[in-house]
């Protein structure tokens, strides 16, 4: 079918995006995993946004306690498949689209198959053994994935096994190598869920399909970013190459003898800050006409850095000579500027 | 070494806070059997750490005022 550019006419409007991207959205084949909470919106804006071939695999059926965000679904669905009603209505609304809906859980059997007709999977499950399973597979087959997950008020999204803005190539296991025990960590059935939290965790994962199938913008591959939704705080990890890749002995010493390097400069700058401190304390004492060298203070101050010397294993005496000479400095910057001493 | 910790998902359920300030460890490894140590429903979840937003290996030495990161794995959808 021809794509209707009005249709997708602001999308295509936006520089840097264009009908050439908006083809290749058309032309695009994407596997959902689960059609919960993450997954129907996700579905809703796939679709919206002119992805025409998705196939939604979910085993599950639709409960009343999925109603508030698993927004496809209402009263009417309750008993039937997730991923048939999903797949029905998908199509009602957008007809150009070829969504197949497939009540299945997806297992060893099945994924090597359904990942490899896929461009890329958008993984909307709510368990581990999905999620390692699509790491596992998308691997294997070299196919990229975006992950979305909640945890009560939080979600985390990212993007694996792309490799076009990182290499070498992220996986979900090079930061969780081993699949948690049943039951340690908790599912929203267990912990709860607010279904606009999902929806903007699923928004997110729909924007880095987007970008991943037309190739635009940096993709989140080497990222875990979370967002917190009760402190309005996104949170980026970013994954060092170290964690996939062992250094050697060489490439550590390397490394550090850089990280002392960068550490003598950042003791330079903190001397300045103190310097820039110092004249604008000693503007203060002029103004309220106190005297330049306040020995309790000092003494209180030297104390104290000589107790967090010994706390830091630093030798204290060295300490305290470093600080006198510091301090010795800054009276006499002090005495240089005001001119009264006392 | 002074470090401020941020705490996500089930690792600020665990330990009833999202961010504080710890001053006991040199390393992450420290730090991990630290808080470990002082709450032990963390050692059973896996959990990823990061320092001033990188994710690094536990062998890290700590950097003065850096933020940690420590995030366990979601699983909700």
Known sequence: MEINWKKYHRQILLKGFGQNNQRKLAEANVLLVGVGGLGCPALLYLAAAGVRHITIVDFDTVELSNLHRQILFDENDLTQFKAEVAAKKISQSYPEIVVIGLNQKLEKQNAKQLIGEADLVLDASDNFETRYLVDDVCKELNKPWVYGSVSRYEFQVSVFNDGKDVKPKVHYRDLFPLEPKAGLIEDCAEAGVIGALAGAAACLQVMEVIKLICGMGESLEGTLLSYNSLTNQFYHAHVEQAIISEDSAQEKLVKLRADLQKNDQQILHLLAYRKNLVHEIGLLKKELQQDIFQSSVWENSLNQRKQEAIQLGLNPSLIEELFELIHHQSLKDQEKLYGNSH | ?77
């Not at chain 2, 630290?34 to 062998?59: G, K, R, T």
């Not at chain 2, 850096?66 to 366990?72: H, K, Q, R, S, V």
């Open chain 2, 1 to 77: 070494m002074i470090v401020t910790i941020r705490a996500f998902g089930q690792v600020a359920e665990i330990t009833q806070k999202t961010t504080w300030e710890e001053s006991r460890a040199n390393t992450l490894k420290e730090l991990k059997i630290i808080l470990q140590q002082e709450y032990p429903a963390l050692s059973e979840i896996p959990l990823v750490f990061s320092m001033n937003h990188q994710i690094c290996a536990e062998d890290i030495l700590l950097k003065p005022m850096a933020e940690i990161g420590i995030m366990p794995p979601f699983s909700g959808g």
